[in-house]
């Protein structure tokens, strides 16, 4: 009778903090999904455990191992070390080429099987990334190979990290106004701020907020700007005319301005899910707005010699052909627009279309959900290889 190996069990992840919250943010979501969904023994490796509590404040900055919801967390503080291979997990993902400790791919290289070694890349739109996802890069000198692995928007590519609850979890917040109103409620607004057109501001400190916060004062429609602490913080304390520290709120004309604390992942997509428009950033909060099915503008992380205009670029044209009011927005705020900017009519426009890029983005998710999710398809590939090497 043909015995089949048993799959991978465990599976390690190494992280580097380098854009604050949105490494780790994604590190964090894909362990917790491998665990809870996929029922693997996952590993942490993070550099930065004081960002990491910002978003998770279950974790102690001071441990240097720790366990948070069933997920082992190490403080990874230095590239030094020895391993034995019973400490080598089936898989091993190093996140944006973060290069782990030399001697834990040594101790890989002596594993018999060998583990499966993945960098997982970022995310990007652009075309390229389909000839290069899942190549596999051979270690110099050592018996033991390196796949890439790129998130992505087509079915040549790994797809993006979205949970299987997340669809009918948004469903029932959207759909139960209370529901949304309590966790509002919860984060200290007032019933005019819930009733209010609500935004939620995530993004650079380079971004041109105080263009639009003068727009937003002149609206008709009342409108509550959400902001985490420490997010556009000279502009938004400018605006309150006191430092912008979390509970800290202020109206002028139109336009209320409310400072939030940091929050948990989970409150964090369901304050995407309560609020009407989002502006985001980087990878992390970029791809929990396309799971909000609410319009949002996309703050992109910046590239020497701007190489992240084509990058933004790329993103636009997959995702918003036919909406040239978002488009527009969405490269004004990114500084791509060259010459005056009538931030006025750019905000009219785009509140224009919002019927459309809401049909839009029932579109976008029926067709990223024929891709599959990132987490299964990263789990089905290093099985594949898991099992090829066990035949040779």
Known sequence: MHQTNPPATRLSIFCKVVDNYG??????????????EHMLQVELWVD?????????????????????????????????????????????IEFFACDIPPGYIQAMAQCEPRPVWLNLEGLTA?????????????????????????????????GLLCEAEIAPQRSHFQSDT???????????????????????????PHAPVAALLEVWQQQEQAITLLVPEGVAHTEISAF???????????????????VLPFIPQPDYDRLLWACDINFVRGEDSFVRAQWACRPFIWHIYPQDENLHHKKLRAFLNAHQPSLPAAQQLTLAWNGVTQGAINWAQLWREFSASKADISKLSQHWQRKMAEIGDLATNLLQFAHAQAQDRRQK
């Not at 309150?240 to 409310?258: D, F, K, M, N």
């Open 23 to 36: 490494d780790i943010g994604i590190c964090w979501r894909l362990a917790r999904q491998l665990a809870h």
């Open 48 to 92: 930065d455990l004081s960002s990491f509590r910002r978003i998770c404040p279950e974790v102690d900055m001071h441990a240097a191992h720790q366990t948070v919801q069933g997920i082992q967390i190490q403080h990874w503080q230095n590239q030094d070390g020895q391993f034995s291979t019973e400490q080598i997990a089936d898989i091993v």
């Open 126 to 158: 652009e075309e390229w990334v389909e000839g290069c996802h899942t190549l596999p890069s051979p270690h110099p000198s050592l018996p033991i190979t390196k796949h890439f692995f790129f998130p992505g928007f087509t079915i040549k590519t790994g």
């Open 178 to 204: 209370a529901y949304s109103a309590a966790f509002l409620r919860e984060l200290g607004l007032t019933p005019e701020e819930i009733a209010a057109q609500k935004i939620s501001l995530f993004c650079y």
């Open 240 to 258: 309150l005319g006191q430092p912008a520290r979390a509970g800290a709120y202020l109206s002028r004309g139109a336009l209320t301005v409310r």
